[in-house]
T-cell receptor
Framework: KAGVTQTPRYLIKTRGQQVTLSCSPI?????VSWYQQTPGQGLQFLFE???????NKGNFPGRFSGRQFSNSRSEMNVSTLELGDSALYLC?????????????FGAGSRLTVL | AQSVTQLGSHVSVSEGALVLLRCNYS??????LFWYVQYPNQGLQLLLK??????LVKGINGFEAEFKKSETSFHLTKPSAHMSDAAEYFC???????????????FGTGTQLKVEL
């Protein structure tokens, strides 16, 4: 079956703009998580959604937001972009929020902020 | 709070040699532990996971890891390295969601594995 699909794969924005990233989970997976990966901070948890509800949130400013739709697809939005938001944004899905469930990751969306 | 420490940000081995990537965890509840691999310009791929069953876990591509509670360790090994193993490896811990809410994976800082001829 198809894996986790993230779009777009690459994008370039300028400071002050906003960006929306999309994630389509594996069919049947109802939980979607987002992570930010940077050389300096490594992999950091942004948030997790399950059944259209945010279940957990990482330590990021309010400029970072997300949502999940009834078909489990998810989007994350970053407003008022800063240079430090340049990163690989990874989406991952799993069947439920149980910690034993494996997260399957997409290839990521690489955001460059100029 | 849970955390993971990966000793050695860069490890270099010869092709055919033993691969040993170290991971120590800290968790206030029984942990679930994972190893992921990341190839350039790709996402993370699961190698193996520990979810409180057998302490010796076998994964894909010949990798295995042993959960040692007394040492709070979950080191990744492979008997014989191959050039295709060159990648970045991440150890991660989850608290299992015992709180009933969502839970997250906490990742280590990663170990870049280089395989030399």
């Amino acid at each position: 079956k198809a894996g986790v699909t993230q779009t777009p794969r690459y994008l370039i924005k300028t400071r002050g703009q906003q960006v929306t990233l999309s994630c389509s989970p594996i069919s049947g997976h109802r939980s979607v998580s987002w992570y930010q990966q940077t050389p300096g901070q490594g992999l950091q948890f942004l948030f997790e959604y399950f059944s259209e509800t945010q279940r957990n949130k990482g330590n990021f400013p309010g400029r970072f937001s997300g949502r999940q739709f009834s078909n489990s697809r998810s989007e994350m939005n970053v407003s008022t972009l800063e240079l430090g938001d340049s990163a690989l944004y990874l989406c991952a899905s799993r069947f439920s929020t149980s910690g034993a469930n494996v997260l399957t990751f997409g290839a990521g969306s690489r955001l460059t902020v100029l | 709070a849970q955390s993971v420490t990966q000793l050695g940000s860069h490890v270099s081995v010869s092709e055919g040699a033993l691969v040993l990537l170290r991971c120590n965890y800290s968790s206030s509840v029984p942990p679930y532990l994972f190893w992921y691999v990341q190839y350039p310009n790709q996402g993370l791929q699961l190698l193996l996971k520990y979810t409180s069953a057998a302490t010796l876990v076998k994964g894909i591509n010949g990798f295995e890891a042993e959960f040692k509670k007394s040492e709070t360790s979950f080191h990744l090994t492979k008997p014989s390295a191959h050039m295709s193993d060159a990648a970045e490896y991440f150890c991660a811990v989850s608290d299992g969601g015992f709180t009933g809410g969502g839970n997250k994976l906490t990742f280590g800082t990663g170990t870049q594995l280089k395989v030399e001829l």
